[in-house]
């Protein structure tokens, strides 16, 4: 078999190979000079074979290259990426080993680098971070050799994502940031025994108001029972047995109050008020009565707790 043709592509990085006057194959400029191609040369099938190898050897080398132009990537990123494409395993093992000795891939390096990166600037804590450094490969010996991290500074970090955080929270109450803001550094990846110390601390400096919000049950002169809310609760039940605050109470007086709950915040006494609603006479009557109290001393429970 001879060559009869080199044609350059319009990139002229490449060319079109010709032999006995049919097209066979498209190679780079650089294999074509490696490997000494040119016009009437006589080539072999183990010749054409070893080119085209060294072809698709680089094509995924710089397929691994345009990856890794973007950012950088663990081992394991870059070698399921490329087998993903479709590339033989041969030939990613060995475009990973020219990227590592090009020093274009390093685990170390990359674990390093995502650490400072996740801790600075997504405001991650250690076990997020190992935990996703887990996921992209990186070995245990390398996560434990880079990652050194102490309690305080783990803390002193969690501290300030909460101070930032918890202004989103002004309308909730003290029970209700405790859950979101425990979540929200949970979700983070901050350790059990920081995020339990941060709310502790950042809880214990807010400054609670005296204005408190009450649900409540009337029994009317009829028996049947009135659900509702309010910010004073005296002066509401005496707005009830004048005929003013009600249209059903009106017609059912007089009232007297039976039950009521505390709240921090006007919206948990509306959605308590809501739930108490739904309640069969029966339910209602045993909450009244004291049988299930625990539920609301069970919604007390994390305050009591802090």
Known sequence: MKITDIISQKRNERVNIYIDGKFAFGLSNELRYKYDLYMDKIVTHEFIEDVLKAEEQNKVINSALSILSYRQRSINEIYT????????????LNAIEYCKDKKYLDDRMYT??????????NKYGPVKIRYDLIRKGISK?????????????????????????????????????????GGFLQRKGYSYDVVVKVLREILGELEWGDNLYYTYMLKCSDASLYTGYTDDIEKRLNKHNKGIASKYTRSRLPVELVYYEEFSTKSEAMKREAAIKILSRDEKLKMINGVIWWAYLWRKLPKILL
């Open 81 to 92: 990426k490329l087998i993903s494409k479709g590339y033989e395993e041969e030939y990613v």
């Open 112 to 121: 390093e680098s995502f650490i400072k990166e996740k801790t600075n600037l």
């Open 141 to 181: 010996d390398i996560i434990d050799e880079v990652f050194d991290i102490d309690f305080n500074e783990e803390y002193s970090r969690a501290y300030e994502l909460a101070q930032k955080k918890i202004k989103s929270y002004k309308n909730n109450d003290r029970n209700a940031i405790y859950r979101k803001l």
